[in-house]
């Protein structure tokens, strides 16, 4: 459900700041939108615009070694931030869903094919004072990026923080697992930081040069380099699964695509709840369980297993004929009640009905 607009959150504050250094920046936008598959090469419709644009435009506002991990003007941001404004979606998640979603173990390797549905080229998450380390993330900016020389697919995420060093997180998407991807995306940067030389100033490595930051790029990934980015990977999953608890589903801005590429730009941002439903069905339960619990405390028997809750996971499956194009759907499964002796012993569970996603 739209629950109404506003120009005070951060997101919103990050865009006028932009704008404000950079005045030119949205003419550059619509110039790469312009010359799409035409003067330059194509990119899938998935993508509003390459990372390539937002490094061409930060090139143009300054030397390397001030734009490149500048909290605005870094390519990163500009990119983010262009993809973002053509449809300011802010997704509220309830409180009790969220913490679910980002406790939630991810297992297997990614779904890519359910990632290019998001509900936006772009969106914003708000975290609820989510960590990175000691650094507290107030959202994120979620969109995927096709790149401009291989054509390689990644998730790209923007953690906003109260520190003003805004942290980029990256995915390379294909059928691998979290770490494979963190691996490869590591082997990536390492690769570009060799040839960069510029001296940069950047917590928590100070000063330093970005081809010394090689190094560290090489290092092997770990347990905790992979549970760094799951919850941010299990809230967006959430926005893309096809039983999201998201009572009115925004339209996709590429419904507005001109025939000149353009896309109008929304005067307000538009937030929207996510998990309402679910998250007052997850409290109903856990009030009714404490109840059950003093009643089974009192009359406890050790006939049969006591029952409990399996923990929410994801279910996928392919649907289309089998022997052309198929189609990937992801589900989110809620915690589920195991072991009740009859539905009035268990949990309360909405089943929500609604259209298939295209």
Not at 256 to 275: A, F, L, N, Y
Request: a neutral charge; one cysteine or more; hydrophobic letters at 35%.
């Amino acid at each position: 459900m739209e629950i109404g607009t506003t120009s005070n959150l951060k997101p919103k504050q990050l865009l006028r700041e932009l704008s404000r250094k950079a005045p030119r920046v949205w003419d550059h936008i619509k110039s790469f939108r312009k010359a799409k598959g035409k003067d330059l090469p194509d990119w899938p419709d998935w993508c509003y615009v390459p990372l390539a644009a937002g490094y061409s435009i930060a090139s143009d506002i300054g030397p390397a070694e001030k734009i490149l991990f500048d909290p605005i003007l870094n390519p990163a941001s500009i990119t983010a931030l262009a993809t973002w404004r053509v449809s300011q979606g802010v997704y509220r998640f309830d409180a009790d869903l969220f913490n679910i979603l980002i406790d939630q173990p991810f297992e297997g390797n990614l779904p890519c094919d359910v990632l290019k549905r998001l509900p936006e080229w772009c969106v914003y998450i708000e975290t609820n004072g989510l960590n990175i380390g000691e650094i507290g993330i107030e959202g994120f900016f979620a969109h995927l990026e096709s790149d401009a020389n291989n054509g390689r697919t990644e998730l790209r995420l923007l953690c906003i923080n109260s520190t003003g060093f805004n942290m980029p997180l990256v995915l390379h998407l294909g059928d691998w697992t979290i770490e494979e991807s963190l691996q490869r995306t590591r082997g990536e940067a390492a690769k570009n930081a060799k040839s960069f030389n510029a001296n940069i100033n950047l917590p928590p490595f100070g000063k330093t040069t970005v081809k010394d930051l090689s190094s560290f790029f090489q290092l092997p990934v770990d347990k905790n380099h992979v549970d760094v980015i799951t919850p941010f990977l299990q809230l967006v999953l959430y926005l893309c699964a096809e039983n999201a608890d998201i009572p009115v589903m925004p339209n996709h801005p590429n419904t507005r695509i001109r025939m000149s590429g353009q896309v109008d730009v929304p005067k307000e941002m538009r937030v929207w709840t996510v998990g309402e439903r679910i998250g007052a069905s997850i409290r109903k339960y856990r009030n009714e369980e404490a109840q059950r619990h003093s009643d089974r405390e009192t009359s406890a028997t050790h006939a049969s297993p006591r029952p409990h809750i399996r923990r929410a996971h994801w279910h996928h499956f392919r649907t289309g004929p089998k022997t052309g194009e198929q189609k990937l759907i992801l589900h989110w499964l809620p915690p589920i009640p195991v072991g009740y002796e009859d539905e009035q012993d268990s949990p309360v569970v909405i089943h929500k009905i609604k259209s298939p996603r295209s």
